[in-house]
């Protein structure tokens, strides 16, 4: 088997890095819950405002608002909590390829397209009667893939445990009887739940596994 090579080895083990405190499940489980009050709060106002031009394009609009938004907020939010609780304990890495951030509107972009995929499957199915929701079936599926990819191009197992959690969810949700809109806010409420207490434990894990330098002189 040949050896890696030394900066491709670099590059996986910089990126490991950048997911090994469990911040970047609290960032898109964040992400997903504000997903999952903007598709409530559609759903809620759909009767009133749901048909023509101007609907759609505020809907639209609304929802990369939020996307770009929430993402902002949320990014800043893990950054502190990084200069907080890991840098000084397994230090910073600054590097020019992948960068951090690169990797977080990666997933971010990826996100997006699911969400929109799953509408468009949605207005597809809309008038075909079904067994299921397709809505939050197409998101689980899609959000899935997304895992995958980050679990293939990081080699770190639990996000293939996020991928198959989310086909799960996804299934279930739509077994439910719910409407799209409903099904979908319910579907990104839940996955945005599991992957905030996900990212609660990991962050728990490596806090115990990598005291602050003083800690562990102290406890002696």
């Known amino acids: 088997m040949k050896d890696q090579d030394p900066t491709t080895h670099f590059q996986l083990r910089a990126a ?36 023509g031009l101007l609907p759609t394009l505020v809907w639209t609009g609304g929802f990369i608002a939020v996307s770009f938004a929430g993402s902002f907020l949320l990014d800043r939010l893990t950054k502190a909590i990084r200069e907080r609780l890991t840098y000084p304990r397994t230090g910073y890495i600054d590097h020019r390829r992948p960068r951090g951030g690169r990797l977080a509107v990666r997933i971010l972009l990826l996100g997006m397209v699911v969400a929109i995929l799953s509408a468009l499957f949605t207005a597809f199915f809309a008038s075909h009667p079904a067994f299921v929701n397709w809505m939050p079936l197409a998101g689980g599926a899609l959000f899935a893939l997304t895992m995958a990819i980050v679990a293939w191009r990081t080699q770190i197992g639990r996000y293939y445990l996020l991928a198959m959690i989310s086909v799960i969810a996804g299934l279930g949700v739509s077994m439910f009887g719910l409407d799209e809109l409903t099904g979908i806010a319910v579907f990104y409420g839940s996955l945005g739940f599991m992957l905030l207490v996900m990212g609660g434990v990991v962050l728990g894990l490596y806090l115990r596994r990598n005291p602050m330098p003083g800690e562990s002189l102290h406890e002696q």
């Open 16 to 51: 490991q890095y950048h997911l090994v405190d469990g911040t970047y499940e609290v960032f898109f489980g964040g992400i997903c819950i504000l997903w999952a009050l903007f598709f409530y709060l559609q759903a809620k106002l759909s009767p009133i405002f749901s048909v």
